[in-house]
């Protein structure tokens, strides 16, 4: 009976290792997140769990501005994973590209952090070509265009009219099941009511993913009626937003992760790209600035 305990013990910790340390990274409990990496390591060797939260590790680093630590921590990550993909290929599981993913964005933000910005993108291209047709080519592009997009033309939206041409823009990138985004929506809301009569159009992509919150697979004309559903209820608030589905635009916005927030001024260049929800105040005075 206790080595049956002591095996579930074992199989629950494998499971949740990685959410385990991302939590601590993410409260800045840096030392904790490595000593049970360090456990988990001794352990279970380079396992595809240990080398995901080893990625944490990673970004956590970086997070307190420890970039050369930083990089070379997402160098072993890569080297570790490379070594892993001898047996399996990539997609097989879900913590290979996730680690090698994080790892490959946290030394392109940690060499342009010191200033190496070529070099940066250097190695987010060649990771792009490398593993193209994989699950985190869009990671790939959305780091690249973390380093390009601002002060250039937008990329093409599909799927609508270019109807605000002439107007600043705002993109809000965002899918149905995406907390972050239903979180955000409120902002957007409020500043759409706030800058739209002053010229502000809202655009909000979206698009098709296969399954919806409650169901693994569904047919494009079932996640549809999701899509209305949700939209309905948590960003009909978006005076007269444009709402175009279609996947490509996330491949050319980089945007795999929702939301994403992207701004460009009546010129149609690009003055924000930004993953992830952004507080309020910092998004008015952006839109601020390209108004004028």
Same mark, same amino acid.
Not at 34 to 39: N, V
Not at 265 to 272: F, H, M
């Given at each position: 009976m206790r080595f049956l305990l002591l095996l579930l013990a074992a199989a629950a910790c494998h499971a949740q290792i990685v959410p385990y340390v991302e939590g601590l990274v993410t409260r800045g409990d840096l030392s904790g997140a490595? #000593?049970?990496? =360090?456990?988990y390591r001794h352990e279970f060797g380079n396992a595809p769990e240990t080398l995901a939260a080893m990625s944490w590790l990673a970004r956590g680093e970086f997070k307190e501005h420890h970039y050369d630590k930083a !990089? &070379?921590?997402?160098e072993e990550v890569q080297?570790?994973?490379?070594?892993?993909?001898? +047996?399996?290929? +990539?997609?097989?599981? *879900?913590?290979? /590209?996730? #680690? !090698?993913?994080a790892s490959l964005e946290v030394q392109a933000q940690s060499l342009a952090a010191l200033n190496r910005r070529s070099e940066a993108l250097q190695l987010l291209q060649s990771a792009e070509r490398q593993w193209s047709g994989t699950s985190i080519v869009g990671r790939l592009q959305k780091n690249i265009l973390l380093l390009t997009l601002?002060?250039? *033309? !937008? /990329? @093409?939206?599909?799927?609508?009219?270019? &109807?605000?041409?002439?107007? /600043?823009?705002?993109?809000?990138?965002?899918?149905h099941w995406c907390v972050?985004?239903?979180?955000?929506? *409120?902002?957007i809301a409020k500043l759409a009511a706030e800058f739209e009569p002053r010229g502000l159009v809202v655009v909000a992509p979206t698009r098709l993913y296969g399954y919806t919150a409650q169901q693994e697979h569904v047919t494009p004309a079932e996640e549809k009626l999701v899509l209305k559903e949700v939209f309905d209820r948590y960003y009909a608030a978006i005076p007269n937003a444009i709402v175009p589905i279609d996947a490509s635009n996330f491949d050319r916005f980089g945007a795999s992760t929702t939301p994403t927030l992207v701004l460009a001024?009546?010129?149609? &260049?690009? &003055? %924000?790209y930004h993953p992830? #929800?952004?507080? @309020?105040?910092? +998004?008015? @005075? =952006?839109?601020? %600035?390209?108004?004028r």
């Open positions: 490595q #000593a049970m990496t =360090a456990r !990089l &070379t921590d997402a080297g570790l994973v490379k070594s892993s993909l001898a +047996l399996r290929k +990539l997609d097989s599981e *879900p913590y290979l /590209p996730l #680690a !090698l993913g601002v002060g250039h *033309p !937008l /990329p @093409e939206i599909r799927g609508v009219a270019d &109807t605000w041409r002439g107007k /600043p823009v705002l993109f809000f990138f965002w899918a972050d985004c239903k979180a955000m929506s *409120p902002v001024d009546k010129r149609g &260049t690009v &003055t %924000l992830g #929800a952004m507080p @309020e105040q910092a +998004l008015r @005075e =952006a839109i601020q %600035l390209v108004e």
